[in-house]
């Protein structure tokens, strides 16, 4: 796609597993941000992570950046059933005076008690 | 804190018809989006709007479609006359700042529509 690809598209993992997801884009963005969605419900924003920083870290989560490649990473540790869910990488690209996040097709990631 | 308000929450109804989505979004903040998701194309943009005023309708399907903030709290998305393509989920986000560069969008939980 022109925004780029999410992957893998669905991941299955033990609880207790980590799980690592990715995003790549092509154009270069502002920042990036991962969201996370539960069935049913709306999206949660969950980290956002700016052009100049390569990585940040929130409780269990530990997103990555790296421009030269224009990808991301998001990698939860010591995964629990509870964060079975869709997760979505959104790029952020400046135009003039105002912005457009632009969200992928998302991961899907189960995770198994 | 109350978050982003959607109704209905669901929506079925016939082609032809007219359907109508409402949104309050956060108070507070000023920029207010609507997207729709489906399996096949997944999260898309259709309209955003600074300060009440729509700043990018390029998403917006085709001329069935309208969207309207009258107020800082309110927001509407038409859908006249309604084809069973339109069935997805809609959902509205908003976010603190008119430029959302370093702003979480906070979404509500979407009202799935069914056109049959």
């Known amino acids: 796609s022109q925004q780029g690809e999410e992957d893998p598209q669905a991941l299955s993992i033990q609880e207790g597993e980590n799980a690592t997801m990715n995003c790549s884009y092509k154009t270069s963005i502002n920042n990036l941000q991962w969201y996370r969605q539960n069935s049913g419900r709306g999206l949660v924003h969950l980290i956002l992570?700016?052009?100049?920083?390569r990585e940040k870290h929130s409780g269990r989560l530990r997103v990555t950046l790296d421009t030269s490649k224009k990808s991301s990473s998001l990698l939860i540790t010591a995964s629990r059933a509870a964060d079975t869910a869709s997760y979505f990488c959104a790029r952020i690209y400046y135009t003039g005076a105002n912005s457009k996040l632009t969200f992928g097709k998302g991961i899907t990631l189960s995770v198994r008690p | 804190d109350a978050g982003v308000i959607q109704s209905p929450r669901h929506e079925v109804t016939e082609m032809g018809q007219e359907v109508t989505l409402r949104c309050k979004p956060i108070?507070?903040?000023?920029?207010l989006f609507w997207y729709r998701q489906t399996m096949m194309r997944g999260l898309e943009l259709l309209i955003y709007?600074?300060?009440?005023?729509?700043?990018?309708d390029s998403g917006m399907p085709e001329d069935r479609f309208s969207a309207k903030m009258p107020n800082a709290s309110f927001s509407t998305l038409k859908i006249q006359p309604s084809e069973p393509r339109d069935s997805a989920v809609y959902f509205c986000?908003?976010?603190?700042?008119?430029?959302?560069?370093?702003?979480?969008?906070?979404f509500g939980d979407g009202t799935r529509l069914s056109i049959l």
């Open positions: 108070s507070g903040h000023n920029s």
């Open positions: 986000a908003s976010s603190l700042s008119p430029t959302a560069i370093n702003q979480p969008q906070h």
């Open positions: 992570i700016r052009s100049n920083e």
């Open positions: 709007f600074n300060n009440n005023v729509p700043i990018d």
